[in-house]
């Protein structure tokens, strides 16, 4: 996609978000978004990140007018850094730390979105919220069910014992939570048919190609899994089990 395609397809997004109001993508806006598209940004994740910026606006009360995509910029660079982290890619930004409009300032930690200012207990809260929201919302194969029942009895148990852990037995609880978490995603990938597994790795290639040149053949092979393993959390609405 060249860039004012990209532009085109995030005017469109905001024009959707902002409930049909078109806040054109031109002048400075333009010069914005065509450097998201020169990054790499990808669109899902830009559209992330607008959408960040919209639950948080809309927090706030009912919405006072329409939003120009500038707004959105802090939230989608912060988007961005997750998505690199996720999928190995390194190369780096520097995030607004102040947002517009006298919204409060993003995210702009590089810890994981999941646990980003998060205690382990909260963290374990969060994962057993969200997995029984995956399956309530019926995605996941029937199949799943039994490890999400473990996941969630090992969680629910580890929530009474987590804030007072300290020192190893801490660790060995991040170490398990890191297990749960690659043999949740481990199930997940099983129920996919072999199309939508050839659909998400080309979705994972295309979010790719701004930096496969640049990337050793075992890097990028290393970040295509990656990239799979977030859209596969993201299709069916998992939550990273993992504590990093």
Known sequence: MDTSAYCREIETYLC??????LIRVVGPSFNLVSGWAEQGVPLKVAFAGIDRYFERYYRKGPRRRPVKIDFCEADVLDVFDGWR???GVTTSHQSPAASHDGDEPPATSHQPPETRHSSLPAHLERVVLRLTSARAGGALDAGTDDVIDQIAA???????KAGGLRGAARQALIDRLTLLDADLLRRARATLDEAARAALMKEAEAELAPFARSMPADALARARELAVDRLVRERFGLPTVAFL
């Open 154 to 160: 090992e969680l629910d148990a580890a929530r009474t």
């Open 85 to 87: 982290r996720a999928t």
């Open 16 to 21: 959707r978000k902002n409930d049909g109001h």
